[in-house]
């Protein structure tokens, strides 16, 4: 069927209320690649409670509205999903002991023809106890059979800038492992995607495939390794081919008068799996 366009926009999420504990910031922080080095003192900071801090990626596993699409009411099919971009703004901290309200909604639809279409998801994240807003994030999810319903391609909207055309001035080589998907889908996102081989299938991939928000955390945790003192503010990237549980994933950055454009790859398949990035820093690199 096809999507019901009429449904989707009218289409209300209930806020979500998250505790942030301790335990679920150290358990984020581990499966975006942060303690790999138990004596690193940067990667300490974020997965033990001693002076714990909130790696600033985190807001995207918060408020996250559950498996909706499973509703046949929406026209999405939903083995074809895959995310196709993601933006955050973290203006502060989660509050470790706190709570947070998250909203979610959809605030366009974009028709792109035989390649599918596109769902355009925000989400606000706010401190309960002051109101203060934490975060914003934007979301494309790219629904590869759901196109032709007669929308407009929304072309130039919600594009990425693209990296220089010159070598980079910094490399960081990621590894990962071949349980990822498995301990990174304890974040809140089971989409069967990303643990069963058969749904993996249907959706034309060899294996189940690391979660593309796995895959930016990663890299978000590569440039700010690569920036020490600087803490990330906006984060932005595409989500251009999926990676494997167990592949190296190579961060590629240039620094850039705003902050770092980043892509990142597989080596071993000549692969580009996250192309057109941007952070940006809550200050200034000294000069």
């Known amino acids: 069927m096809p999507l019901n366009i009429d449904y989707l926009r009218a289409l209300e999420f209930p806020a979500i209320e998250t505790a942030i504990t301790d335990r ?4 984020y922080a581990l499966t975006i690649g942060l303690g790999r080095d138990p ?6 900071t974020y997965v033990y409670e001693r002076d714990l801090a909130v790696f600033p990626t985190m807001p995207l596993i918060v408020g996250h509205p559950g498996n909706w699409m499973v509703d046949q009411r929406t026209g999405i099919t939903r083995a074809m999903v895959v995310h196709g971009g993601q933006r955050l703004r973290t203006l502060a901290p989660l509050p470790i002991g706190g709570t947070v309200v998250s909203r979610n909604r959809i605030v366009d639809i974009l028709d792109k023809g035989a390649s599918g279409a596109v769902l355009v998801i925000e989400r606000e994240t706010r401190d309960r106890a002051t109101d203060a807003l934490l975060a914003h994030s934007q979301s494309l999810v790219f629904c590869r059979a759901d196109g032709g319903f007669g929308g407009t391609p929304g072309q130039g909207q919600y594009d990425f800038m693209a990296v220089p055309q010159r070598p980079p001035d910094q490399v960081v080589d990621l590894p990962t492992d071949a349980n990822a998907a498995l301990l990174y889908r304890l974040n809140q996102d089971r989409n069967p995607l990303h643990a069963d081989p058969e749904v993996a299938a249907k959706a ?84």
């Not at 004596?39 to 300490?44: M, V």
Request: contains cysteine; negative net charge; glycine residues 8%.
């Open 204 to 287: 034309g991939f060899q294996r189940p495939i690391l979660h593309g928000l796995c895959t930016y955390g990663l890299a978000a945790v590569a440039v700010a390794k690569a920036n020490p003192g600087r803490t990330l503010a906006t984060v932005e990237t595409r989500f251009s081919k999926p990676v494997l549980p167990g592949e190296t994933i190579t961060v590629e950055m240039w620094k850039e008068a705003d902050g770092i454009a980043f892509q990142a790859r597989v080596a071993a398949r000549d692969v580009v799996v996250l192309d057109r990035g941007r952070v940006t820093f809550t200050d200034k690199e000294a000069s």
């Open 39 to 44: 004596l690193d003192a940067h990667d300490l």
């Open 24 to 27: 679920d910031v150290m358990l």
